[in-house]
């Protein structure tokens, strides 16, 4: 759904009682919301939520890193709001989110594999041992609603869209916002399915 229309839906629903910018960042608290408790349940599900970019890497000596072309929602796991990497076309490749430590170790246990170790910081994601024949990557990343355009598409599950606007249409109004929208929508099989 585009995001124009979900502000449109939501100020419809409101009979235009809030500005559109009130609007927009009470959708994005709540895609935010249901975000981190989809998270919780599980994180596999964010796959859903991601946009992709292509994106040059940029090499500073030895390393190697992408910056991130919007803001990210950063989740607690390895991952964070990077959820998959990949080369344009060829998908030989293997990226394997490491910590900080497994960054400092991962070169040495993984010399002659075909997988790349990388770790995401708040801006970029950085690699190691990434050959210098890949010049950009895909990053399939979980960016907040504010970093949409009018005419950009949301990616979300089908379905879900009703419930964002319902619970933005109650977070608006002052009526009680479900807490845990796992035990308070009909979304549920929805989202976790």
């Known amino acids: 759904m585009l995001k124009s229309f979900y502000i449109q839906q939501t100020k419809d629903a409101t009979e235009n009682q809030f500005k559109e910018r009130t609007i927009a960042v009470k959708i994005g608290a709540v895609i935010e919301q249901l975000l981190g408790q989809l998270f919780s349940a599980h994180p596999d599900q964010l796959n859903f939520w991601t946009q992709d970019f292509i994106v040059p890497v940029t090499r500073s000596g030895k390393s190697s890193y992408a910056l991130f072309p919007k803001r990210v929602i950063h989740f607690s796991d ?17 990226f394997v ?24 910081k708040t801006d970029r994601v950085i690699f190691d041992n990434l050959p210098d024949e890949i010049k950009n990557v895909v990053l399939s990343l979980v960016i907040p609603f504010d970093q949409y355009s009018l005419t950009d598409d949301i990616p979300a599950p089908s379905g879900v869209n009703e ?6 249409v109650q977070a608006l109004t002052g009526k009680e916002v479900p807490i845990n929208i796992h035990k308070s929508t009909p979304a549920q099989k929805i989202i976790t399915q």
Do not use: A, H, W
């Open 163 to 168: 419930t964002i606007i319902q619970m933005t």
């Open 97 to 120: 989110p490491v910590s900080l430590l497994g960054r400092k170790i991962y070169p040495t246990i993984n010399t002659g594999d075909t997988s790349i170790g990388f770790e995401v």
């Open 78 to 94: 390895l991952k964070k709001g990077c959820r998959s990497i990949n080369t344009e076309g060829d998908n030989s490749v293997q």
